[in-house]
């Protein structure tokens, strides 16, 4: 399976569809990260903080595979000069029907987060990663691409998904029981059976990837990163968020 391919279909299906990630913000929104009230989120629940972000007025921001029109328009409301980037062109559209509707300066780039060749070096100051990197099955790439558009001592703000949701029984942990099945790292392709990964695909939804904290954590300080900050969000609708934090959030700077 292709599973860029896979995934951009089945993200522009969740678009049509109306997953909660794909409804662009209100303009209310946007007016109000103009006055400079606003905040945004890397994880389902918890606001990053904004002693995270560096001075946003004129900042060559990344949103990296963001789309959705959330928040992209509102770093761009804010001041930043944003690009934001992913793989679903229906999620891009999302980002233009804001900045269309609202007067807001924003570009949409499609592609791979794997490959920002798009770019040339050490283009961008700030690099906003939401939750996204469960959508491909190796994040190294994502990482080194990452500090290659960054430039020296340039922000990246990246959530991603605790493994051990990704550890139990799927179908099971919904209804409150906890029965250990996977190994870490985790693949929708290789880790279910044929007729559980059809109860995905037959509805388009994304197939995920379960990584480790060496690739998560490890993979950014190989990539040249230095760590400056972390979080945990318990998240939302997860059994599992009632005895641990199913997301977590860093802050590298680029050394």
């Not at 690099?127 to 469960?134: E, L």
Request: charged content about 20%; proline content about 6%; aromatic content about 10%.
């Amino acid at each position: 399976m292709d599973i860029r391919n896979y995934n951009r279909a089945a993200w522009d299906h969740q678009v049509a569809t109306g997953n909660r990630w794909t409804v662009p913000v209100g303009p209310e929104v946007i007016a109000a990260a103009r006055r400079g009230e606003w905040s945004i989120v890397l994880t389902p629940t918890k606001p990053v903080p904004r002693g995270w972000f560096p001075p946003l007025k004129g900042l060559d921001v990344l949103c990296l595979a963001s789309g959705g029109g959330q928040q992209g328009p509102i770093l761009a409301a804010a001041g930043a000069n944003v690009t934001v980037f992913d793989n679903s062109p229906a999620q891009l559209a999302r980002d233009q029907e804001v900045a269309t509707r609202d007067g807001l300066a924003l570009t949409t780039v499609e592609g791979d987060m794997r490959d920002l060749s798009a770019f040339p070096d050490a283009t961008f100051g700030l690099i906003f990663h939401a939750c996204s990197n469960g959508f491909v099955p190796d994040i190294r790439p994502v990482w080194r691409e990452a500090a290659r558009v960054l430039r020296p001592g340039g922000v990246l703000l990246a959530g991603f998904v605790n493994p051990v949701l990704c550890l139990f029984d799927d179908a099971k942990m919904q209804t409150g029981e906890f029965v250990v099945r996977h190994r870490i790292p985790y693949s929708d392709l290789t880790s279910i059976t044929d007729e559980e990964r059809r109860r995905y695909t037959d509805n388009n939804e994304p197939l995920c990837f379960g990584h480790t904290l060496a690739d998560q954590i490890g993979g950014q300080l190989e990539a040249g990163f230095l760590l400056a900050g972390f979080y945990e969000d318990g998240g939302e609708g997860w059994k599992l968020s009632e005895y641990i934090s199913c997301f977590a959030a860093t802050r590298a700077i680029r050394a």
